[in-house]
């Protein structure tokens, strides 16, 4: 069920200021729940990394790319995307280090690389969090779905995850961040989620940056391999 980015957004904002009582003692059910919903706690843990090959359509240059992107976890990311004409898109982040096209990234880059790295495999960042994830209680948006909001707070940068309370499928994720006294918030939506090596995988993703409709990606294949070579994550 597709949902406008105003009604979550306006959901964000009550998740955000809701601390029920009984949410520490509930949180862990609730993780488990969205484990289970994408493939079960097992199979995430031993998830190291992801390929994705996919089709970005980018609303500034109203292109679609070839896209792909490469994770290990926890800090190693690499997306490139081809737009026609010779444009493109190249991010590679390997610890604290980012580069843009192959040249070092600002401060603002660097982070929001991060951001998107650290959304790759929800799953997994959950689970190896889960003692440090924050309730951000239940609410129930005007379609009547019911939606249960989780916070991940790491060095400084801070992912929601958004998910359904009855199924456990992840809707949406946030990434906010702070950057010379300015909040900056990227959101990405999930749909079509589909069995791929017994982890549920969203194959469909709508993007904004600042509350602004920036594009959307359509994954093609998704591979978990046990390692991505080192190359990837470097110029």
Known sequence: MALTLRTLSILLIALICAFPAYAEINLQNK????LKAHGGADVWRDTAAVSYIADTFSQSRHALGDTRRDYQ????????????????ERRQLNGDQVWDHGEPGSLPFAKATQLQAMRMLVPKLLLENRLNAKDLGTR???????????????????????????TGFILATWGLMEMMGQSMQFVTFYDDYRVIDGRAIAFKE?????GTYTGHTEIKEVTFPKTLPETLFKP
């Open 140 to 166: 129930k948006d005007d379609e009547g779905v019911t939606h249960h909001g989780i916070e991940i707070t790491i060095d400084e940068l801070r992912i929601i995850i958004d998910s359904d309370a009855e």
């Open 206 to 210: 709508e993007h904004y940056a600042m």
């Open 73 to 88: 976890y926890p800090d190693k990311f690499n997306i490139s995307i081809e737009y026609p004409g010779g444009e493109s």
């Open 31 to 34: 993780i488990d729940n969205i």
